[in-house]
Antibody, heavy 124, light 107 residues
Framework: EVQLVESGGGLVQPGGSLRLSCAGSGFTFSYYEMNWVRQAPGKGLEWVSYISNSGDTIYYADSVKGRFTISRDNAKNSLFLQMSSLRAEDTGVYYC?????????????????WGQGTLVTVSS | EIVLTQSPGTLSLSPGERATLSCRASQSVSSNYLAWYQQKPGQAPRLLIYGASRRATGIPDRLSGSGSGTDFTLTISRLEPEDFAVYYCQQYGSSPTFGQGTKVEIK
């Protein structure tokens, strides 16, 4: 069974930093492209970042470019999101998501499997 | 960036009725790379449809996706109690974007 489990969320002050982690199991992690998607409270979904299976190709949404860094450790079946210079508008639930093999187009994917999400609150 | 506009914002229907949800793109979606998700309160989204019309594993055939280019539709032929939720469309033909969602509520 495919499982994605996020951790690392919490309360942080504006301008602060936070590192999210996502542990994958039930599949060969190193085969799959991965994404982070977030959802502000009571709002819709927003794609945040993409990383290829090898980690060589990375994309970011304009709203986080220069502040967030995605990475992965295939040996540990883990995905990360380093977030810095956090703003109030970064508040929300952050989901780690996996697509299906062969169905990403130039770094853009649908997400078949999602974690339960981790809540990030940016507030003073 | 492709902007996806979903309509209506809220759909009030009774169990057994047919639901038709629309997703319109600001420009043509490459290769009809359009997905639909269902989300219930406190839960992660669930993939329903990808490639505009292909049902994900385990999705009942009362849900169907159609459309191409800039106009896409999710149809639920007969609403079951578990279908009342928020539905999002997403395009993945270019940098991914989501629609703002349609809430299907019990009338």
């Amino acid at each position: 069974e495919v499982q994605l489990v996020e951790s690392g969320g919490g309360l942080v002050q504006p301008g602060g930093s936070l590192r999210l982690s996502c542990a994958g199991s039930g599949f060969t992690f190193s085969y799959y492209e991965m994404n982070w998607v977030r959802q502000a409270p009571g709002k819709g979904l927003e794609w945040v970042s993409y990383i290829s299976n090898s980690g060589d190709t990375i994309y970011y949404a304009d709203s986080v470019k220069g502040r967030f860094t995605i990475s992965r450790d295939n040996a540990k079946n883990s995905l990360f999101l380093q977030m810095s210079s956090l703003r109030a508008e970064d508040t929300g639930v952050y989901y780690c998501a996996r697509g299906d093999l062969g169905y990403c187009s130039g770094g853009s994917c649908y997400s078949h499997y999602w974690g339960q999400g981790t809540l990030v609150t940016v507030s003073s | 960036e492709i902007v996806l506009t979903q309509s209506p914002g809220t759909l009030s229907l009774s169990p057994g009725e047919r639901a038709t949800l629309s997703c319109r793109a600001s420009q043509s979606v490459s290769s009809n790379y359009l997905a639909w998700y269902q989300q219930k309160p406190g839960q992660a989204p669930r993939l329903l449809i990808y490639g505009a019309s292909r049902r994900a594993t385990g999705i009942p055939d009362r849900l169907s996706g159609s459309g191409s280019g800039t106009d896409f539709t999710l149809t639920i032929s007969r609403l079951e109690p578990e279908d009342f939720a928020v539905y999002y469309c997403q395009q993945y033909g270019s940098s991914p974007t989501f629609g703002q969602g349609t809430k299907v509520e019990i009338k």
